[in-house]
């Protein structure tokens, strides 16, 4: 069998085609996987890094915003559109797939589009509860689009062959168990609020954090680990300015970058984190309570719609990045642990909307695509 993908833009789409590839890989070693990513992009580093072939396309995304600078680029994104498909069209005729798997980002436009238009069987995955211009676009004619979230659908066309997958977790991250992370984090028994603002940051996250974790070190009642990323080398200053020692409260563990997730998302109480789509996807993995901040610099606003579907189930708590403040984040966190059973509600409500067999379903799926007789 031979599978081509395409996705990229963000860890969000590259993450899961890994994750379907890898799992194709181990029922079918014989499989050839091709991915197509931006030249540019980082899919060009993360997917050779897994060992699948990489080609690359160039393409670029339409700005929003206008500017002398944003036309510019704009006009060389009307130019990508038409050479890409090219360069698509001859990848795809050179590696001549079975199938192919788009999980979302512009590049994945020009090849599932091309795919299509070769007779070739195409699935798609959208994994955010609000789909993307491009899934959009393509789900009125893919075979399949796969969901992680069945809100997505209410948006897509009612010609859209859609199916409830999931998004593929992490297999160490279902596997871990509460007890072991606790005892390796050399945790007591304290709750434990772990809380994050993805690889690089968010400076509002950290700022209001700074305040949360001054407040609890009053008191010592939590143990937090907080990673304060790649651009946020000034949060420990930050702690000093506001009169917390560090040293002094061996309770909180400041990184700049959280190497062991599956660790702390097993032992942690609370999580505060953004509303990516395979975060939440985690967090419903291990039924965790979040207090969720989505972040208003993406595209369709899809993370606000990634939160509200767990919101509405139930599952977790917003907190509006247009409302976050040190003071706003401490009242949270004081009312959720101070009412009770309401951290156990949002953790097992979470674990309801787990999809923990999303890699078989998407695997199942491409098979019964495969299968089916062509018209």
Known sequence: MKVLFAGGGTAGHINPALAIAGYIKEREPKTQVLYIGAKGGMEERLVPSAGYDFKSITISGFQRSLSAKNIVRNAKTVLHLFTSTAEARRIIRDFQPD???????????????EAMRLGIPAVIHEQNAYPGVT???????????????????????????????????RQEVIRVGRKEARARLGLDS???????????GARKINEAMADLLVWS??????QHI??????????????????LDLSAHKE????????????????????????????????QAVGRASILIPSPNVAENHQFHNAMAMVNRGAAEILEEKNLTGESLCRKVETLFSQTGKIETLAKNAKKMAILDSCDRIYRLIKEVLHQPTS
């Open 217 to 222: 070190a009053k008191s010592g009642r939590f």
């Open 252 to 283: 909180l563990d400041i990184r700049e970058y959280i190497h062991d997730m599956p660790d702390c998302l097993a032992a942690a109480d609370l999580v505060i984190c953004r509303a990516g789509a395979i975060t939440l996807s985690e967090l």
């Open 135 to 169: 899934n959009k676009m393509l789900s009125k004619r893919a075979n399949r689009t796969m969901l992680a979230v069945a809100d997505a659908q209410k948006y897509l066309s009612p010609s859209a062959c859609c199916v409830l997958t999931g998004n593929p977790v």
């Open 99 to 113: 199938l192919c798997v788009g999980t979302g980002g512009y590049v994945s436009g020009p090849v599932i589009r």
């Open 190 to 200: 304290r709750p434990l609020i772990l809380s994050f603002g993805g690889s690089l």
């Open 226 to 243: 907080h990673g304060y990323g790649q651009w946020g080398k000034w949060f420990p200053g930050l702690l000093k300015e506001k009169g």
